[in-house]
């Protein structure tokens, strides 16, 4: 699983953005977004996190990818 820190997430409009940029990269992963905590989760994603994190940004949104907990 990928989890990712969206600080301009701030609506929903903001986060089907989102949730669509990553589809478009990764069709089969599912996304998951916490509103008031500003994160985003995907999971059964293939390819690498900071290839998920470009297409957010890409999209408008700046996404710092968050390491997972050990």
Do not use: W
């Not at 701030?10 to 478009?24: E, P, Y």
């Amino acid at each position: 699983m990928h989890r990712f820190k969206v600080e301009k997430m701030g609506c929903g409009g903001c986060a089907k953005s989102v949730t669509r940029a990553v589809l478009a990269v990764e069709p089969n992963a599912r996304v998951e977004v916490d509103m008031g905590a500003k994160l985003l989760a995907v999971s059964g994603a293939a390819g690498p996190a900071d290839r998920i994190a470009q297409a957010i940004v890409t999209a408008g949104y700046p996404a710092m990818p968050l390491l997972a907990a050990a």
